[in-house]
C-alpha cells in the first residue's frame, strides 16, 4: 500500500506534527485503507519521507499505542491493532503531595468527568527525582496529563517530552511552561485580595502576624501580607515558624500550616483568647474540619471543587486557557 495513503503531513498547518500523523492513521482505518493485521510505514520511512525526527513519530506511535490502535512486534514493525478508534480517555495526575483540599480536587475532577475517562493519580511529594521518573513512565500512555509542577522550575524540557496539547498544568502560573493551559492561583493578589476583603474585620487587631515556613510554600504570598500591611498602614511581621513567638491580645495570626493551626488554638485557649474577639486567627486552605474546629476557622482559600470541574472541562473540551481560579476569604468565628 502507498505510503502516502496512509499518513498525510502539512508542514504550513498549525496542528502539530504528530498529531497529523495520528490523525491519518485515524483516517485511513475510517476509510477501511488500513484494517485489523495491516503493518504502517516504519518509524524510519516517516521520518525520512517527511523530514521528521523519530521523537515526534514515537510521540504519535506511543499515542496509538495507548489508545489500542497500533502493537509492535519486536524486529518486524507496528501492525493495526484493532480498527475500534473511539478512545476511553485516559488521564493521568501528578499532584505534589496528599493532603484534604488535594482530595477536594480529586473528587470533583473525577465526579464531572462522570465516566468519560479512566483517571491514575500520582505525587511526587516535592522530589524532583520522583517527578521526573513519573513523567517519564507516563510518557505514550495516556491521553491527557495533568501535571502540578509545585516549586520545581526549568520543567518545561522534561514536559516537552509529552504531547504538548495534552498536557495542562495545575495551581501555578510558570513562565517557562505559558504554552500549557492551566488553572492557576496567583497567590500574591489572592491573599492581598482576601486582606481587603476582610478588611473591615482586621481593622480591630494592633499586629498581623503572617507564619510562612517557605520551602514548599509559594513565596509570593509574603509579598501580598507586605503589600496590604503598608498600604494600610498595619503593624506586622512576617516569621517562619510559631517557635519562640509569644501571641498576645490584638493579634491575629496567618497561618499556613495546620500543625501550626492546632498548636495556636491551643495557645489560645490555655491563655484564655477568645477567638475572634481579642484575638484572630485565619488559617489557609479550606477543609470541613476547619468549618468546626474551635467553633470556626476562618480561611482564605481557593475552590478546589471548581479547579477540578475547570480541569475536567479542559480534558474533555480541550480547551486552551490559562484561567486563574480566585482565591476568597471564608469568614467564621475565628476572626
Given at each position: 500500500?502507498?505510503?502516502?495513503?496512509?499518513?498525510?503531513?502539512n508542514?504550513?498547518?498549525?496542528?502539530?506534527?504528530?498529531?497529523?500523523?495520528?490523525?491519518?492513521v485515524?483516517?485511513?482505518?475510517?476509510?477501511?485503507?488500513l484494517?485489523?493485521?495491516?503493518?504502517?510505514?516504519?518509524?524510519?520511512?516517516?521520518?525520512?519521507?517527511?523530514?521528521?525526527?523519530?521523537?515526534?513519530?514515537?510521540?504519535?506511535?506511543?499515542?496509538?499505542?495507548?489508545?489500542?490502535i497500533?502493537?509492535?512486534?519486536?524486529?518486524?514493525?507496528?501492525?493495526?491493532?484493532?480498527?475500534?478508534?473511539?478512545?476511553?480517555?485516559?488521564?493521568?495526575?501528578?499532584?505534589?503531595?496528599?493532603?484534604?483540599?488535594?482530595?477536594?480536587?480529586?473528587?470533583?475532577?473525577?465526579?464531572?468527568?462522570?465516566?468519560?475517562?479512566?483517571?491514575?493519580?500520582?505525587?511526587?511529594?516535592?522530589?524532583?527525582?520522583?517527578?521526573?521518573?513519573?513523567?517519564?513512565?507516563?510518557?505514550?500512555?495516556y491521553?491527557?496529563?495533568?501535571?502540578?509542577?509545585?516549586?520545581?522550575?526549568?520543567?518545561?524540557?522534561?514536559?516537552?517530552?509529552?504531547?504538548?496539547d495534552?498536557?495542562?498544568?495545575?495551581?501555578?502560573?510558570?513562565?517557562?511552561?505559558?504554552?500549557?493551559?492551566v488553572?492557576?492561583?496567583?497567590?500574591?493578589?489572592?491573599?492581598?485580595?482576601?486582606?481587603?476583603?476582610?478588611?473591615?474585620?482586621?481593622?480591630?487587631?494592633?499586629?498581623?502576624?503572617?507564619?510562612?515556613?517557605?520551602?514548599?510554600?509559594?513565596?509570593?504570598?509574603?509579598?501580598?501580607?507586605?503589600?496590604?500591611?503598608?498600604?494600610?498602614?498595619?503593624?506586622?511581621?512576617?516569621?517562619?515558624?510559631?517557635?519562640?513567638?509569644?501571641?498576645?491580645l490584638?493579634?491575629?495570626?496567618?497561618?499556613?500550616?495546620?500543625?501550626?493551626?492546632?498548636?495556636?488554638?491551643?495557645?489560645?485557649?490555655?491563655?484564655?483568647?477568645?477567638?475572634?474577639?481579642?484575638?484572630?486567627i485565619?488559617?489557609?486552605?479550606?477543609?470541613m474540619l476547619?468549618?468546626?474546629?474551635?467553633?470556626?476557622?476562618?480561611?482564605?482559600?481557593?475552590?478546589?471543587?471548581?479547579?477540578?470541574?475547570?480541569?475536567?472541562?479542559?480534558?474533555?473540551?480541550?480547551?486552551?486557557?490559562?484561567?486563574?481560579?480566585?482565591?476568597?476569604?471564608?469568614v467564621?468565628?475565628?476572626?
Open positions: 500500500m502507498p505510503r502516502r495513503r496512509v499518513i498525510a503531513i508542514s504550513k498547518s498549525s496542528v502539530p506534527k504528530y498529531r497529523q500523523i495520528i490523525d491519518s485515524q483516517k485511513a482505518i475510517e476509510k477501511r485503507h484494517k485489523k493485521g495491516d503493518k504502517v510505514p516504519s518509524i524510519n520511512q516517516i521520518c525520512s519521507e517527511f523530514n521528521l525526527s523519530r521523537d515526534t513519530v514515537m510521540f504519535a506511535f506511543n499515542e496509538l499505542k495507548s489508545k489500542g497500533l502493537k509492535s512486534q519486536p524486529g518486524k514493525g507496528y501492525y493495526i491493532a484493532s480498527t475500534e478508534i473511539k478512545v476511553e480517555e485516559r488521564v493521568f495526575v501528578l499532584f505534589d503531595e496528599l493532603n484534604a483540599f488535594k482530595e477536594d480536587l480529586y473528587n470533583s475532577l473525577i465526579n464531572s468527568l462522570k465516566g468519560k475517562a479512566t483517571v491514575e493519580v500520582y505525587f511526587h511529594h516535592f522530589n524532583y527525582k520522583v517527578f521526573k521518573s513519573l513523567v517519564t513512565e507516563s510518557i505514550g500512555n491521553t491527557s496529563y495533568l501535571i502540578m509542577p509545585a516549586t520545581f522550575d526549568n520543567t518545561s524540557h522534561l514536559l516537552s517530552k509529552l504531547p504538548q495534552r498536557v495542562y498544568i495545575i495551581d501555578r502560573l510558570k513562565p517557562e511552561l505559558s504554552k500549557y493551559p488553572v492557576y492561583q496567583d497567590f500574591e493578589q489572592d491573599f492581598y485580595d482576601a486582606l481587603v476583603e476582610g478588611k473591615e474585620m482586621i481593622a480591630k487587631y494592633r499586629k498581623l502576624v503572617f507564619v510562612n515556613p517557605g520551602g514548599k510554600e509559594p513565596a509570593e504570598r509574603s509579598e501580598g501580607f507586605r503589600r496590604f500591611c503598608k498600604e494600610n498602614n498595619f503593624k506586622y511581621e512576617i516569621v517562619k515558624s510559631i517557635t519562640g513567638v509569644k501571641p498576645a490584638w493579634e491575629a495570626y496567618f497561618l499556613i500550616s495546620d500543625r501550626d493551626l492546632v498548636e495556636m488554638v491551643k495557645i489560645a485557649k490555655y491563655c484564655k483568647f477568645k477567638l475572634g474577639k481579642k484575638f484572630g485565619v488559617s489557609f486552605n479550606d477543609t476547619k468549618e468546626v474546629v474551635a467553633g470556626g476557622i476562618t480561611t482564605i482559600s481557593t475552590d478546589f471543587t471548581e479547579m477540578g470541574k475547570m480541569l475536567a472541562n479542559m480534558v474533555v473540551t480541550r480547551d486552551k486557557s490559562q484561567v486563574r481560579n480566585k482565591a476568597r476569604m471564608i467564621r468565628n475565628s476572626l
